[in-house]
């Protein structure tokens, strides 16, 4: 089974300040693990994936495989970061379905 | 370019009603989602569609059923509408031919039953 956390609920930040959702997962094989971002009355929407190790709009996640983590960093947040992040892990290989964690509704304060 | 285009996008129901939830991509995607989206529960699926031809249970299948009546189109049917599905529903598309292809979303329908 395929299963993904995301401890916070809630999280909010100042302006400038460093953010850190955390996303950990429970999958047996090699995960391809993603997190997606809702803007408020937008489309859920890619922000990015562990395969393309980007950066997109200044955030960043790394794929932790000893600590079964993906957690998603931005070292200066900024207000337009507010939305809600969700985790997702899809297993690989001929497994189609993608798995969401529960979501982390960050909130940029000015 | 549409994208994923779902209708409708606001419906009210009383309880026992049916009703079906349309869903279309015009981005010749081979795979198919339902997802429900409610507050602290994240996003569940429902039903999926690997391909034209092929459906299975997600987390959440019970209460609905599923036709991907061609490539481009994929349907979700609540045949007695309950209380219990009020919800967020989001239709989403992929090519998985590739890895870790990202998922296309639709717009959303919010879904009230009384």
């Given at each position: 089974a395929q299963r993904v956390t995301q401890p916070e609920k809630l999280l909010s930040v100042f302006k400038g300040a460093p953010v850190e959702l955390k996303c950990n997962y429970s999958y047996s094989g090699s995960p391809e693990l993603f997190w997606y971002v809702q803007y408020s009355r937008q489309r859920l929407q890619l922000?990015?994936?562990?395969?393309?190790?980007e950066s997109i709009k200044g955030f960043t996640a790394d794929l932790n495989k000893g600590e079964t983590s993906f957690h998603l960093k931005k070292p200066f947040a900024q207000e337009e970061d507010s939305a809600m992040y969700y985790c997702a892990l899809r297993g690989g290989g001929s497994n189609y379905k993608l798995t969401f964690g529960k979501g982390t509704l960050l909130t940029v304060n000015p | 370019n549409a994208g994923v285009t779902q209708t409708p996008k606001f419906q009210v129901l009383k309880t026992g009603q049916s009703m079906t939830l349309q869903c279309a991509q015009?981005?010749?995607?081979?795979s198919m989602y339902w997802y429900r989206q409610d507050p602290g529960m994240g996003l569940r699926l429902i039903y999926y569609s690997a391909s034209e031809g092929t459906t299975d249970k997600g987390e959440v299948p019970n209460g609905y059923n599923v036709s991907?009546?061609?490539?481009r189109e994929f349907s979700l049917r609540l045949e007695s509408a309950a209380p219990s599905q009020t919800s967020v529903y989001f239709c989403a598309s992929s090519e998985?031919?590739?890895?870790n292809e990202k998922l296309f979303f639709g717009s959303g329908t919010q879904l009230s039953v009384l």
């Open positions: 922000l990015l994936r562990h395969i393309s190790r | 015009d981005m010749n995607h081979n991907r009546l061609n490539k998985v031919r590739r890895t």
